[in-house]
């Protein structure tokens, strides 16, 4: 039986547009990502994920402690819920939620927030100055890991922090040490120009992606190892997190960071097929039907307009991925409430059946679904609610 016979068997009860989760293929790329990972610990990326029961079922594996969130809210929620050691990697400027954290000693002590200058600081001081008996801030400094050469003239990486070498670090590390209700407990520098750019490419440009990638590392390893010596002179650093799923077997080999985060690489969406490291499993898929047949070899099917962030572009659309064969009309792309299919795949294919899609991206898949049905061989063994299933959308 083949993978779509599998899973239009599993489902045949459900109507689409509906998504779902192939345990063992989750199985297989968490315990590819552990292997990777080198003993060191992984912290799972939440916004990766987006279901509370996928979090913990991935937390019970071995290799991964720790959860990192993408906004306070969220962090909040989680833990309220019992998730322990919730790291938001993104700093927050939500006044309510920082006077939630203040006021909540489990809270307090479970999570910790992101900073990279002393406005931050300045902001959480501001939204807690009314709470009675406000507890300590749990504080990470963000820094920067994008690769910059050629005198400035080049640089790949995202931009975010504004802190980039050991004497900025250093300062800003002994400005929070100071600080009364604060306190620094971890570093994070995310080299996205090696995690998320996926390396298995061909002609020039994957040749300048692999010359620039390994030309970062060399960098990095020093400058963060510098950045980690002098921020622990001011400081006893709980942690230092690094990395992504698509760098885990080169982030761990640095001895200055302690954990990696990840979690694209449960799901294994489409972006994730092209790193020469790594092979993953597609885990989570979503199902559209097909409603009409404006020609032989071509389809359309309700919906699928679900573009992933980041620069706009063909690689940030859901991929047709069972049957094989199909393709997107290029004046119409992925429509929002319904999108041609063509190919010859698509003679083969009826009113009601089912095409098959990856999303480009990991989580926001689950901004589309309420559920993830849960699937273990030919059987849906559960259903599971997304993030947008219990009501709640963070971004």
Same mark, same amino acid.
């Not at 050469?149 to 400005?175: E, F, K, W």
């Given at each position: 039986? &083949?993978?779509?016979?599998?899973?239009?068997?599993?489902?045949?009860?459900?109507?689409?547009?509906?998504?779902?989760?192939?345990?063992?293929?989750?199985?297989?790329? $968490?315990?590819?990502?552990?292997?990777?990972?080198?003993?060191?610990?992984?912290?799972?990326?939440? !916004?990766?994920?987006?279901?509370?029961?996928?979090?913990?079922?991935?937390?019970?594996?071995?290799?991964?402690?720790?959860?990192?969130?993408?906004?306070?809210?969220?962090?909040?929620?989680?833990?309220?819920?019992?998730?322990? &050691?919730?790291?938001?990697? /993104?700093?927050?400027?939500?006044?309510?939620?920082?006077?939630?954290?203040?006021?909540?000693?489990?809270?307090?002590?479970?999570?910790?927030?992101?900073? &990279?200058?002393?406005?931050?600081? &300045?902001?959480?001081?501001?939204?807690?100055?009314?709470?009675?008996?406000?507890?300590?801030?749990?504080?990470?400094?963000?820094?920067?890991?994008?690769?910059?050469?050629?005198?400035?003239?080049?640089?790949?990486?995202?931009?975010?922090?504004?802190?980039?070498?050991?004497?900025?670090?250093?300062?800003?590390?002994?400005?929070?040490?100071?600080?009364?209700?604060?306190?620094?407990?971890?570093?994070?520098?995310?080299?996205?120009?090696?995690?998320?750019?996926?390396?298995?490419?061909?002609?020039? /440009?994957?040749?300048?992606?692999?010359?620039?990638? $390994?030309?970062?590392?060399?960098?990095?390893?020093?400058?963060?190892?510098?950045?980690?010596?002098?921020?622990?002179?001011?400081?006893?650093?709980?942690?230092?997190?690094?990395?992504?799923?698509?760098?885990?077997?080169?982030?761990?080999?640095? !001895?200055?960071?302690?954990?990696?985060?990840?979690?694209?690489?449960?799901?294994?969406?489409?972006?994730?097929?092209?790193?020469?490291?790594?092979?993953?499993?597609?885990?989570?898929?979503?199902?559209?039907?097909?409603?009409?047949?404006?020609?032989?070899?071509?389809?359309?099917?309700?919906?699928?307009?679900?573009?992933?962030?980041?620069?706009?572009?063909?690689?940030?659309?859901?991929?047709? /991925?069972?049957?094989?064969?199909?393709? /997107?009309?290029?004046?119409?792309?992925?429509?929002?409430?319904?999108?041609?299919?063509?190919?010859?795949?698509?003679?083969?294919?009826?009113?009601?059946?089912?095409?098959?899609?990856?999303?480009?991206?990991?989580? *926001?898949?689950?901004?589309?679904?309420?559920?993830?049905?849960?699937? *273990?061989?030919?059987?849906?063994?559960?259903?599971?609610?997304?993030?947008?299933?219990?009501?709640?959308?963070?971004?």
């Amino acid at each position: 039986m &083949d993978e779509r016979q599998r899973y239009d068997r599993a489902t045949a009860e459900l109507d689409p547009p509906f998504a779902i989760l192939d345990l063992a293929a989750l199985r297989d790329n $968490a315990a590819s990502m552990a292997r990777r990972a080198g003993g060191k610990a992984i912290r799972v990326a939440s !916004k990766s994920v987006r279901s509370r029961a996928v979090l913990r079922s991935v937390l019970r594996m071995d290799g991964f402690a720790g959860v990192m969130a993408f906004t306070l809210p969220e962090a909040l929620w989680l833990a309220a819920d019992g998730f322990t &050691d919730i790291l938001v990697a /993104y700093p927050t400027a939500d006044r309510q939620a920082l006077a939630r954290l203040a006021g909540d000693a489990r809270a307090a002590r479970e999570i910790t927030v992101m900073a &990279d200058c002393s406005e931050h600081l &300045d902001l959480i001081d501001e939204a807690t100055a009314g709470v009675p008996s406000r507890h300590e801030i749990r504080i990470c400094l963000d820094i920067d890991a994008a690769f910059v050469a050629l005198a400035g003239r080049m640089r790949a990486g995202v931009l975010r922090s504004p802190v980039r070498d050991p004497h900025q670090a250093a300062d800003l590390a002994a400005v929070v040490a100071k600080r009364p209700g604060f306190r620094l407990v971890g570093l994070m520098a995310y080299e996205a120009q090696i995690a998320g750019v996926g390396d298995r490419v061909p002609g020039p /440009y994957g040749r300048a992606v692999r010359w620039m990638q $390994a030309r970062s590392q060399r960098e990095l390893i020093v400058r963060r190892g510098r950045i980690v010596e002098a921020v622990r002179q001011v400081a006893d650093l709980e942690f230092v997190n690094g990395g992504g799923t698509g760098s885990l077997e080169k982030t761990t080999r640095e !001895k200055a960071v302690t954990e990696i985060a990840a979690g694209s690489g449960f799901y294994h969406p489409r972006l994730f097929d092209f790193y020469r490291g790594f092979t993953g499993r597609p885990a989570a898929l979503f199902a559209l039907p097909v409603v009409r047949r404006p020609a032989p070899e071509v389809v359309t099917v309700l919906g699928g307009g679900y573009h992933a962030s980041g620069s706009p572009g063909a690689s940030r659309l859901p991929q047709p /991925y069972l049957p094989a064969g199909l393709r /997107y009309d290029e004046r119409e792309g992925a429509g929002e409430v319904q999108t041609p299919l063509l190919g010859r795949a698509a003679h083969e294919l009826r009113i009601g059946d089912r095409v098959w899609f990856r999303h480009a991206k990991a989580g *926001e898949l689950c901004e589309r679904f309420d559920a993830l049905h849960l699937i *273990e061989g030919d059987q849906m063994v559960e259903t599971v609610p997304t993030y947008r299933g219990e009501g709640k959308t963070f971004l």
